[in-house]
């Protein structure tokens, strides 16, 4: 019975046991760095690149530092490195472990045998070598020296056609107006002077034409209410009057405006404005009414005042051009806008440019 007891706490001290070491062959192992390093191919001609690939597993903490080497510098006594590539990562084990490679381009313009020792890599400050050397073999072109008859000279010098198209043309001049625009734009932010508008200006309407056009209105308007008739007529008497002898006859009475006009010594034309004053008055204010035939002579005898009494230029006036300058804000306002469209306009000069000087260069091709 004991020695059955004493068989089985055996068993499981060994089972503890192989435990324990896999444990530790598997930290061992996780821990271990691993350094190789091979060649795209052992042989190759003079002059030739090849890629020397250098591959470092380590664990993912660790710092691991690869050789690096000067372009021409040489690896061995014969063979060149022509570029140090960069370094790939590839994670291993649930991202426990990572694998760096790095790629070196080297070649080789002596045909031999090479040998090339172990790399070193520095992990964490240890340096770790790679397994086994590295052998190459380079070779050299074989050349016929009995029959140097057969080798070709130098070819000579072989013109590239040129080919102007209207591509090339067209973005030329698009860019030399986009340039030009880009330019002016930058004189006017350069100039501190104001932003002005160009403005138009007409010149005013004589007093007679603008009286004619509102009787006419009234004439072809309906009659229907006769105090807003005469009101309509004496308002467009009083502003021609107003416009055309210059003295406020719309603030003014019928017996104001007359005792005005007959300074001016109009007697025959004042006497039909004084009809019409009169009789509009009544209307307004003493509920007079009046006949469709009264209407019509008032009408004609305003329309025969303002003849009377217009004054036509000898010359008509021509419309006069004046520059105002933009406000505050509107001057912030054009000055960003030119700002933005210049940076703009520059930029895409620019990219035609590059492009127009890509087209002359496919064109040599």
Known sequence: MKRGYSHCLISKLATTLVILLSMCFNTVVSAQVV??????????????????????????????????????????????VIDCGRIDTTMLNNGKRIQLTRRYTITSFDSAMYNIPPFKVKV???????????????????????????????????????????????????????LTAVVMMAIRLADPKLITRRMVVMPPTPAHVTAIDQIEKIKLAPQDDTKQYY??????????????????????????????????????????????????????????????SEQDRSLVQAMNYVQATKLEPKQMPKPRIEYV??????????????????????????????YNLYLIYCSFA
């Open 35 to 80: 350094v190789e390093a091979r060649t795209d191919t052992a042989s190759f001609l003079i002059g030739e690149q090849i890629q020397l690939t250098v591959k470092c597993t380590a664990n993912v903490r660790q710092r691991v530092d690869f050789p690096y080497f000067q372009p021409q510098q040489q690896l061995v006594p014969g063979v060149e």
């Open 124 to 178: 964490d400050g240890k340096t770790y070598l790679s397994r086994g050397n590295i052998g190459i073999k380079v070779n050299t072109v074989p050349v016929d020296l009995n029959h140097p008859d057969k080798f070709n000279g130098p070819h000579d010098v072989v013109e590239q056609p040129f080919e102007w198209s209207w591509t090339i043309t067209l973005i030329a001049l698009a860019c030399m107006l986009m």
């Open 231 to 292: 009101m309509a007529l004496t308002d467009t008497l009083r502003a021609y009057i107003e416009k055309r002898f210059g003295f406020n006859a719309k603030e003014m009475t019928t017996s104001q405006i007359l005792d005005n006009l007959y300074q001016l010594k109009n007697e025959e034309a004042i006497a039909e404005l004084k009809t019409v004053l009169i009789t509009a008055d009544l209307v307004k204010f003493a509920k007079h009414t009046t006949t469709m």
């Open 325 to 354: 300058s933009l406000s505050n804000k509107k001057q912030i306002f054009w000055r960003n806008v030119m700002r933005v469209a210049s940076c703009g306009l520059a930029i895409a000069t620019l990219a035609l440019c590059a």
